[in-house]
C-alpha cells in the first residue's frame, strides 16, 4: 500500500490563514490524493471486521483524519467501502493477470491463475469478494454502484479466463469448441470452492481446492494433470 502522510490529510485543521501560497498549495494537493489515503485505510478494515461492521469512525480512525474530512470527501460509508473493495479486487486480478501474461503458453498460464487463486494468502481477497457481493443486497443502492460494480469485476475476470482458452487453442495445446462457456464453468467453481473453503463446511484445503481446478481445466480442454 502506498504510505499516508497524516499531515497531508489534516491541513484544515492547520490554522495558517496568511499562508496563503502554502494553503493554495494544498488545496492542490488534491482531494484525489486524500481520498486515496481514507480508501487505503478502508481496505484493511473491510479485510478483517467485514464490510457490515466497518463504520465512518473506525475508517476515520484507521486514516488519522477526523470524521468530518472523510464525509468531506465521500458521500456515504458504502461509497467508501465500494471504491476500497474496487481497490482491492483490481489489485489481486492485475497481479493474476500480470503473471499469466508471464506464462509460455495458455496450460501454463491458467495453471498459474489456479495457483494463485487458492493460496493461505488470498483467504482475505475472498472474504473481500463474497461481502461485496452481498453488500448491495444488504444496503440501498438505488444507483446501482455496487451490482455495476460488481458486473464490471466479473467481465473483466471472464475475460482474462476466456483469453488464456483461447491464446491455448490457438498454440495446439487445448481443444475447445466453446471458450465461453469453459469459462462460466471456470469462474463458477472457482467460486464456490472459495466459499467453501472460507467457510470449511466440509473442510476444504488449498490443495484441494487446486485439484478441482486442474480436474476441470484437464477434462474440458484434454490437458494432462498433476
Known sequence: ???????????????????????????????????????????????????????????????????GTVTYHFGSVQEILSEAMVLNIERYYAALNEAAEEASGGAEALRLLIDALFTEDTDRHWRMWFDYWSAGDRDQDPEQAFAGGQAKRYED????IRALVERGVADGEFVCADPAGF????????????????????PLSTEDARRHMYRLVETELGTGGR
Do not use: C, N
Open 1 to 67: 500500500m502506498a504510505p499516508h502522510h497524516p499531515e497531508d490529510v489534516r491541513v484544515k485543521a492547520a490554522k495558517t490563514p496568511r499562508r496563503a501560497v502554502a494553503a493554495a498549495d494544498r488545496t492542490r494537493q488534491p482531494t484525489e490524493v486524500r481520498r486515496r489515503l481514507i480508501v487505503e485505510a478502508a481496505v484493511p478494515l473491510i479485510a478483517e471486521r467485514g464490510y457490515a461492521s466497518v463504520g465512518v469512525r473506525d475508517v476515520a480512525a484507521a486514516a488519522g483524519v477526523s470524521v
Open 157 to 160: 475476470w471472464h475475460g482474462q
Open 183 to 202: 469459462t462460466v464453468r471456470f469462474a463458477a467453481l472457482s467460486d464456490g470452492l472459495a466459499l467453501q473453503r472460507l467457510r470449511q463446511a466440509p
